[in-house]
């Protein structure tokens, strides 16, 4: 495969000429010393016979010394010529050697950005001078790769790298330029015919089927995916003029953005709106740090109530960003952004702190509970700053409740019972949220010290119509109780649902049947009207729906 294409440097033709220059004075010397040599050998050989035979006195001397003079010079001047060729072939080396490392990548071998855009520039210029040819630009992403690197280790991520890279050259036709341009990033320039762009989806297809089969490394099976984005030379041409390298990276750039946004594992063609949308998504990322220094996430308050009581318990906070230019944003829109962009630590940590003034005010038998990001999971030094946030709120560690989603649990098992464990011996509640919805096994519940577990919304809002839910809901509710863990159900919205979650015992509910999400401010004025007992208009329904043969809820 050609993956490089090698640029003299600027003075490679000047080092030439000295080398060459070198080389013929060196040999010149050589030519003369034995051209003397033949001369002065015709002068003394004679000689030399006649007084080996006796029929004279022998060469002169100043001829004699001249000959084996000239004999030193000739060894000595051959044996530099060849130390000289030796010397410039060793230097001929290194230097395409320094040329190889200023334009290749080290661990792959592919060529670099620089070398890469040059490569990719010369390619666009021979298509454009055809009718029928052009270039596509691939970019390749692999998908989660930064926590191979967190799991397993650089070492480990270096040699995925190059396993990585052995697939997308095998997907490849001869003539094709690869290169790393970044940490895990590839990109990828194919001239193909114009009229058959078919071609390259199939070679976009084979690189994604093929980056995704699980790879082997250091007996460790790891897999990984890849997000990629496509952009044609002759499509986005300005004046006639088709897109140079670097306007061909952008825009398989912005088409693999839209890969990864579309749920990864897949390629998308380059397509005019997708730079619209990058543009919205950076206006989205400029203003999430520039939200979290100004204090626009702010906390909002959903309650959690007895179902059986209809007793207020506490509330589980869900962050909302009320930004200036978009209006109140979900979490379901900012919180991946603010993962992708590192910054959600400090935007949850802000947050809990807000929370935890406001809960000091309501009456000390309500719970605050927190879902935290898996980002926030890998931080070894997690529990430290939750605890210091506590105590420089001065809320006591039993009202609070941490939450960690169920999906956490595959990543690094061991990371997360170290954090429990610190957690729990501060006081502090610990739920498994989204339960039924991960790959987490019973072995692993039963290792892991929960106090609660939380069924998804997902299962609850639907297991009045759905028997599939149903019987998810009921296998729950009967694990809880053979492991003594009190259950939550989230998402109830409706009557039907309330009713048959209340067939089971000491188990919570959460949902917009018991009202939306509020603010702290709606909040505040809301709990100095009712107490800590649950709205009268969902206590009416509890009530006529145990007077119908459950046991009665209490009502305050």
Partial sequence: MKIALVAQPENAGDDFDGDRQIDVIALGIVTAAILLFVATGSEVGPDVVKSLLGHGPGPDNFILNAFLLNVAIIIFGWSRYRQLCEEIQLRKKAEHQARRLAETDPLTGFLNRRSFNDAVNMMVHDAAATADRAVTLIMIDLDNFKQVNDFNGHNTGDRLLQECAKRITACLPAQAHVSRIGGDEFAVAVEFDRNRPDRIDGIAASLVEAIAQSATINTISIEVTASIGLARSDSHAKNGTPPDARALLEMADIAMYHSKRQGRNSYFWFEAPMADEMRFRNELEYGIRKGIARGEFVPFYEQQIDLQTGELTGFEMLA???????????????????????????????????????????????????????????????????????????????????????????????????????????????????????????????????????????????????????????????????????????????GDVLEQLLKYDKIKGQGYLYGRPRPAGELAEWLGKIGIVASGDVAEEVLSITQRGEPKASHG
């Avoid at 409740?401 to 957690?423: D, F, G, K, P, Y």
């Avoid at 072995?443 to 149903?470: C, G, T, Y």
Wanted: hydrophobic share 45%.
């Fill in 320 to 494: 909302r960003w009320d930004s200036p230019q978009f209006g109140i944003v979900s979490p379901d829109i900012f919180i991946p952004i603010a993962e992708e962009i590192g910054v959600i630590a400090e935007l949850s940590e802000s947050v809990i702190a807000q929370a935890l003034e406001d809960a000091k005010a309501w009456d000390p038998k309500l719970t605050l509970a927190v879902n935290i990001s898996p980002l926030q999971l890998r931080d070894p030094w997690f529990a430290q700053k939750l605890l210091k946030i506590l105590l420089e709120a001065s809320f006591p560690p039993h009202r609070l409740e941490i939450e960690i989603t169920e999906s956490c649990l595959h990543q690094n098992l061991a990371q997360v019972r170290s954090l429990i464990t610190s957690l729990k011996n501060q006081g502090i509640t610990i739920s498994l949220d989204d339960f039924g919805t991960g790959y987490s096994s019973l072995a692993q519940l039963r290792s892991l010290p929960f106090d609660r577990i939380k069924i998804d919304r997902s299962f609850v809002s639907s297991i009045a119509e759905n028997k599939d839910s149903a019987a998810i809901v009921h296998a729950i509710a009967m694990l809880g109780k053979g492991m003594d863990l009190p259950i939550t159900a989230e998402g109830i919205e409706s």
